[in-house]
Each structure stands twice: as structure tokens, then as C-alpha cells.
């Protein structure tokens, strides 16, 4: 236990070392620190209750969903007449919030009706909620109504709240380390603070865009004129929809796709493979790259567009199968908005529209005196557990720990940094924790090596068995809290996650402080001083 190789004492030293470098830059002022290596410029940022930033209350646009579930309902219903052997209908359309129709004989009736009761399924697919998507009711001979159930309303609420916390989420913070909160409020909002956000109009422009993708086939009929004159007197095609060009015109397009964002992998930014003009280069997942591999088989030599927030960004003839699962978007991009719009296709699109109903910026000023006090706090508790641990085990012992605490703080401080993670006051409250518990496998240690001492075993033996068999409990205790610390991190939001972060970092480097670098303090002592009796 007290034998270290070479190289294990120069992996040691190298790595406290290192956390001494990348914890260095919170010590300095900004224009020393602008002026060091990349990696050394990164220090812990601050959060909102910290330093301030960015206050939003969102409301979420239920109604546009709930007009979409209508649609999608319809073409369902439009699809089922057709499998059941081409029931025709007089009309179906949308009309106060319910999807209305007439059959056009009285002999499809029938079969209609069981057509219609065929598209309502139960919301939960698990079978322990038997509540269906939609109800239909017989209103005449051969009229009918169909609206979305009050339970699958619910469903879909949660399901769009979920959806958007979940988006904005990787659109605003996606490496996860600027510990924003994002919580639901209420039925139909959602509460967001962005900790030290200097711009806010980025986060609002993130915030206000759909990004919702498709890839529609282009009709026959449709060009400029065919399509604005067909749209102006309202007949377009069952099952078509009119899109506006980027570039100018307009388009005439199927409505139903089954190529939509969700389909993406990944996009990135790039530029042209001839032209080297920016553009969003994308590839598909297994599924979705076999269907567009057929659907471009099938329709060579027609146009296909490429569908971004309603408006067709490019339509492009199809000249042969695309396969591979893979390909670009070119559009009037620059080399910024085609890395912003890759961000949100990589996030997803919002299930809805979001207002911002509430907006404000938090200042810093009481973030100052939490700060203060959680710098006295520190201090205090770090004095106080130095002076315990001197009149409790002797100078030397004493200053092996302290040294191991010092280290632990500055290795928790690198860590941080490192991920570029944001310190809120609960996770001051959790370096301040951690600060008492790092002692507390030294204390294990050194009361094991005295009560080796006290039954005469010598130095180096008393030193070898204190250590040896104090590792059990050491790790038993410290993981038995790293998983609370984990299990924290995982179920709660925000303010909580600090707390659970700093609370693991601290617990994996006092671990690593106690067992090993402090052992190594001990073993270099005992080598150079060969004491004769343990002045512990």
C-alpha cells in the first residue's frame, strides 16, 4: 500500500498538476487570462442567482396542435375510405374543432362508419388506459362528426410540454453544462431561466423557431401561377397543401410525408461539394433512408421539396434513387444560418409555437452577497477543519490532510471549469458539504493507524495496515453517497442538479485526495524521515 512506482507517483503529481493549471484562471483577472492557452481560459461560470441573466415565461400555442391532431385525423379518416374500398365522401373537412362529413351514397354508409371506427384508437398502447383518440357520432342519414376526446386532449398537452421543455433544452444548452431551468408551469406554460445570457435576442430567435422539416413531393399540376390561382379560389387538391417558395413563387404539394425532422440523425453546416456555397448536409436513420431511398426510386425524373416552417426552401428534380441515407439542403444560406439552422434540426423541431409572455433580466446584486457569504462560509469551514485536524492528529498528519483538502478544493475547481459547468448557491452549499466530508476518510485512516500504534505494531506497519483496511469503509461510505448524489442529478432540475454536481465531483475527488495523493504525502514522509515512533 505504501509502495509507489515511478510512474504512478509521476501520474500523480502530473494530475495535480494539471488541476492546478485549469483551476488557475478563476484566480486571475480576465486580461491575464485571455492571454493563456485555450483550455486554460475556460473558468466556472456563475448562475442565475449568482450573476443574473435571462428570465422567460413561455405559453405554449395548444390550439395549433390541436388544429394539426384535426388534420392529421382527417387524412387518417381520407386513408381508411380509401383501404376499405374507396368510400366517397361529399365533403370532409375541419370546421369548430371537429372534423365534419357526408358520404356521397347511402350504400357506404355502413361500411364508413366502420372505416371511421377503425382510425379511433386507444391513446395508452400499454392496454391499462382503454380511453380512445377520438369520438364519432352519426349526426344525419349519411352525416357524421368526429372530435378529439377530453383524455387525448390531456395527452396531447403533456405530451407538447414535455416535447418543447426537451427541445429547448438542446437548442439552448446542448452540451448540458449551463444549468438553466427548465420547469412546467401550470397547464400551458413553461418557466425558463438562462443563467449569464448576454444575449438574449439569440435565445429568443432560438426559441421563436419552429424548425419543423419535410420532404413533400411536388405535384404535377403545380407551378407558380396554377398553384396561386388554385390557392386564391380555395381548390386545391384533397390531400395537397400550398407552400411559398424561399426563392419566389409557389408550390403545390402532397401533404402526407413520412420524411420528416424526426428523421434526421444528424445535420451539420458545410459548403458545396462544386458550387462551395454554404449549405446543411444531413443523413437519416436506418429506417427513414430505406423510405427515401424508395420514394426517390419510384419518382425519378419529378420534383421533390424540401418543406422548412412552411416555406419550400429548395424543390429539386430527382435524377436518380437517393440512397445511402444521406444528402444536403442548399438554400440562401450563410455560413451562419446554415450552422444555426443545423442546431435546431439537430434538436428537433417544437411541437408548437411558443410565446413569450414574461420577460426580464435578472441582475447580480444580491448574486454578490451570496457570493460573499459562501466565500466566508468556505473559509471559515476550511480554517475550522484545519485547526480540528492539527490538535487531532499532530502537525504532520494534520498538514497531510489539510494538504489533501486544499488539493481536493483546487481539483474540484479544475473539474468544474473543465466542463464549463455553472455554480448556483446550491452548489456552493455542496463544496461547503464537501469540504467537511473530504476529512472524513482521513480521520478513518489516521484512527485506524493510531489504533495500530496503541497495540505496538512499528511505523511502517501501523501506516501499511491503517490504510489497507480503512479502503473498505471509505468506499462504502462515498458511494453509497455518490448514488444519492447521481440519483439527485437524474430526478431533479436546475438548482438541484448544481448541487448534485458539485456534491459527486467532491466526493470522487476526495476519494482520490484521501487514498492516494494523501497516502503518497504519507509514504514520501515516512521514506525520508524513517520515524521511529508515529507522532499521531
Not at 375541419?94 to 386507444?122: H, N, Y
Not at 368526429?146 to 407538447?160: H, L, M, W
Request: charged share 20%.
Amino acid at each position: 500500500m505504501l509502495y509507489f512506482s515511478k510512474w504512478k507517483t509521476i501520474m500523480i503529481v502530473a494530475a495535480v498538476f494539471i488541476g492546478l493549471l485549469l483551476a488557475l484562471p478563476n484566480a486571475v483577472p480576465k486580461n491575464v487570462r485571455d492571454s493563456l492557452p485555450g483550455p486554460m481560459q475556460r473558468t466556472i461560470n456563475l448562475g442565475l442567482d449568482l450573476q443574473g441573466g435571462a428570465h422567460m415565461l413561455l405559453e405554449v400555442d395548444l390550439s395549433s396542435v390541436i388544429d394539426q391532431e384535426l388534420d392529421n385525423e382527417r387524412e387518417s379518416i381520407r386513408q381508411a375510405f380509401s383501404d376499405a374500398g374507396r368510400i366517397r365522401t361529399e365533403y370532409l373537412r375541419v370546421s369548430d374543432d371537429a372534423i365534419v362529413g357526408k358520404f356521397r351514397k347511402q350504400e357506404d354508409v355502413e361500411p364508413g362508419m366502420k372505416a371511421l371506427e377503425s382510425t379511433s384508437v386507444p391513446i395508452d398502447n400499454t392496454g391499462l388506459n382503454t380511453a380512445k383518440t377520438t369520438k364519432i357520432e352519426k349526426t344525419g342519414s349519411s352525416t357524421f362528426r368526429v372530435t378529439i376526446t377530453s383524455d387525448n386532449i390531456e395527452a396531447i398537452q403533456k405530451r407538447t410540454i414535455a416535447q418543447s421543455i426537451e427541445v429547448l433544452r438542446k437548442r439552448i444548452d446542448p452540451t448540458g453544462t449551463t444549468e438553466m431551468t427548465l420547469a412546467r408551469e401550470g397547464d400551458d406554460r413553461i418557466l425558463l431561466q438562462v443563467p449569464g445570457a448576454k444575449n438574449v435576442d439569440d435565445i429568443k430567435s432560438r426559441i421563436n423557431k419552429t424548425a419543423n422539416l419535410g420532404f413533400h413531393m411536388v405535384r404535377p399540376e403545380s407551378n407558380s401561377e396554377a398553384a396561386m390561382r388554385l390557392a386564391a379560389e380555395g381548390k386545391l387538391p384533397p390531400g395537397t397543401a400550398y407552400f411559398l417558395e424561399q426563392r419566389g413563387g409557389a408550390l403545390i404539394v402532397d401533404r402526407r410525408t413520412k420524411i420528416t425532422g424526426e428523421c434526421l440523425k444528424s445535420s451539420s453546416e458545410g459548403l458545396h461539394p462544386t458550387g462551395n456555397y454554404p449549405i446543411v448536409n444531413f443523413s437519416f436513420n436506418i429506417k427513414c433512408a430505406r423510405i427515401f431511398g424508395d420514394l426517390t426510386a419510384r419518382n425519378v425524373g419529378k420534383r421533390f421539396a424540401v418543406v422548412l416552417d412552411n416555406e419550400i426552401i429548395t424543390a429539386p428534380n430527382i435524377n436518380s434513387p437517393i440512397t445511402g441515407g444521406s444528402g444536403f439542403i442548399e438554400g440562401s444560406f450563410t455560413i451562419e444560418s446554415a450552422r444555426e439552422l443545423s442546431l435546431l434540426l439537430n434538436a428537433g423541431a417544437l411541437p408548437a409555437k411558443l410565446v413569450i409572455v414574461e420577460e426580464r433580466t435578472v441582475g447580480a446584486e444580491l448574486g454578490q452577497d451570496a457570493i460573499n457569504a459562501g466565500k466566508i462560509a468556505s473559509m471559515v469551514g476550511l480554517i475550522g477543519v484545519a485547526i480540528f485536524m492539527w490538535l487531532s492528529y499532530g502537525l504532520r498528519f494534520g498538514t497531510i490532510a489539510n494538504l489533501a483538502l486544499a488539493t481536493n478544493i483546487i481539483l474540484i475547481a479544475a473539474s468544474l471549469s473543465l466542463l464549463g459547468a455553472t455554480l448556483t448557491l446550491p452548489g456552493i452549499a455542496g463544496i461547503i458539504l464537501t469540504i467537511g466530508m473530504a476529512v472524513d476518510a482521513n480521520v478513518l485512516i489516521f484512527e485506524r493507524i493510531r489504533e495500530e500504534t496503541y497495540q505496538g505494531r512499528p511505523p511502517v506497519n501501523a501506516i501499511e495496515t491503517g490504510y489497507r483496511l480503512s479502503l473498505a469503509p471509505i468506499l462504502d461510505a462515498n458511494i453509497t453517497t455518490l448514488i444519492a448524489a447521481v440519483t439527485l442529478y437524474f430526478v431533479g432540475s436546475g438548482p438541484i442538479r448544481g448541487f448534485a454536481v458539485t456534491l459527486a465531483i467532491g466526493i470522487v475527488m476526495s476519494v482520490f485526495t484521501a487514498v492516494v495523493f494523501a497516502r503518497l504525502l504519507t509514504a514520501t514522509w515516512l521514506r525520508g524521515t524513517r520515524p521511529k515512533t508515529l507522532p499521531i
